[in-house]
């Protein structure tokens, strides 16, 4: 998985809990992304960093924060979890921006009851 | 609204065949194409990319790509059961608004090769 990992790997929480992803690399790639992926609509982004402190929203964002304090490192926060959030979470890197790869992690499966 | 689009399947194909797949995809400023697997349970993994027009051949895949009719397809020679998997085509489309690239996901093509 390209150095990539994920924590934690399973998840199962509560509606109206905040609940925090973690993405760690060990590429020392600059890009960083966070997507779900949910049956009849594939992957669909949510949040991305190009660096240090600097993030931008993707086509999900609502109900989603990121942030990004180490190059290493990338959080996803739920800020208080929904069932319409039961998903599974894939953070992804990439070396530049631009139209280049994305390597993905292995995934986080949340569940929200 | 950029879309991918790929045929859901399932496509089945008997082992030692030729696996053909398919996606089309909406901007002809599109620059680069990935294909994707995924295993079931798995995260996407990603074994071609193409940038230009015509094949690219990585072991027993090929790439196709042809930007004026805005089609990538993914050629699997000699399938094997292994190669059983959801295979999902990703378009970098140039986003104005944002002035940066995004990557869209088609919803994915599920081959099963048949012992």
Known sequence: ?113 | QKEVEQNSGPLSVPEGAIASLNCTYSDRVSQSFFWYRQYSGKSPELIMSIYSNGDKEDGRFTAQLNKASQYVSLLIRDSQPSDSATYLCAVNFWNSGGSNYKLTFGKGTLLTVNP
């Open chain 1, 1 to 113: 998985d390209a150095g990539i990992t994920q924590s934690p790997r399973h998840k199962v929480t509560e509606t109206g809990t905040p609940v925090t992803l973690r993405c760690h690399q060990t590429e020392n790639h600059r890009y960083m992304y966070w997507y779900r992926q949910d049956p009849g609509h594939g992957l669909r982004l949510i949040h991305y960093s190009y660096g240090v402190k600097d993030t931008d929203k993707g086509e999900v964002s609502d109900g989603y924060s990121v942030s990004r304090s180490k190059t290493e490192d990338f959080l996803l926060t739920l800020e208080s979890a929904t069932s319409s959030q039961t998903s599974v979470y894939f953070c992804a890197i990439s070396s530049a921006g631009g139209p280049y790869e994305q390597y993905f992690g292995p995934g986080t499966r949340l569940t929200v009851t």
